[in-house]
């Protein structure tokens, strides 16, 4: 393994490594009843979730024309409505099957692990916490310090500072915005059929392959890359 080149996976977080699906949809509708606004509900905010907040929360508001300064409030009020639910003692965002099992895979093959996502810093470092997956990953890029996805800033952060190169780095998520992103990095897209877009989307989107389970993971990628399974 020692002439193998450096290999770098980064997942998205919601919907793909868990999912927070109905944490998210409670706290946009908290927000947007806060300001006034007609409340999105599950299956629109579904569509937007893997986008900066101020993105996401203009694409829900349209077509209604909403001020800066509205989107601003708007923004601000889930984030404090999503602190809130986090301290209640049933909150849950749990694991989709597989993950841990596949990290671990994905460890064994020393292969680097990263995070690219349209949480804060904050709210990924609750989830890595309470999912005791603290320093699993080499690389953790959020909205705080990049553009809202589809846009390669944070995969182009990541494979700098993991010190991989695109053709040998894979972003994995549930959306259109992972699949666009990881396109416009030059890197393998992996779609994931269990999260908030459907595969169609995933496919149209530009992804080189769609996996139904977790665990079907290191396979595709040992085809992608041409890995003997055996010797990884």
């Known amino acids: 393994m020692a002439n193998d080149p ?16 109905h944490a998210i949809a409670h706290c946009m509708d908290h927000a947007f009843a806060q300001h006034g606004l007609d409340c ?54 749990p694991l989709f099957p597989g993950v841990r099992e596949v990290l671990s895979e994905l460890d064994r093959r020393q292969w680097l692990l990263g995070v690219a996502t349209g949480k804060a810093r904050r709210g990924l470092d609750a989830v890595l916490a309470r999912n005791e997956l603290d320093g699993r990953f080499v690389t953790l890029q959020t909205c705080d310090n990049h553009p809202s996805k589809p846009h390669p800033s944070m995969l182009m952060a990541a494979l700098d500072e993991a010190g991989a190169d695109a053709p040998n780095a894979v972003i994995v998520g549930d959306t259109s915005y992972d699949i666009e992103m990881g396109r416009a990095a030059g890197m393998i897209a992996i779609g994931v059929a269990w999260g908030y877009h459907d595969i169609e989307t995933l496919t149209a989107s530009g992804a080189h392959a769609v996996i139904r389970h977790f665990d079907e993971l290191p396979s595709v990628l040992d085809r992608i890359w041409e890995i003997d399974c055996d010797a990884a």
Not at 6 to 21: I, M
Not at 42 to 47: A, M
């Open 40 to 93: 999105p509900g599950l299956e629109n905010t579904r569509t937007i979730i893997g986008l900066s907040l101020p993105e996401a929360i203009a694409k829900l508001a349209a077509p209604r024309r909403v001020t800066n300064e509205v989107i601003d409030a708007v923004t601000a009020a889930y984030k404090d409505a999503f602190f809130t639910l986090r301290q209640t003692p049933d909150f849950h965002e």
């Open 6 to 21: 450096l290999r770098l996976v980064v997942f998205d977080c919601d919907g793909t490594l868990v999912d927070s699906q």
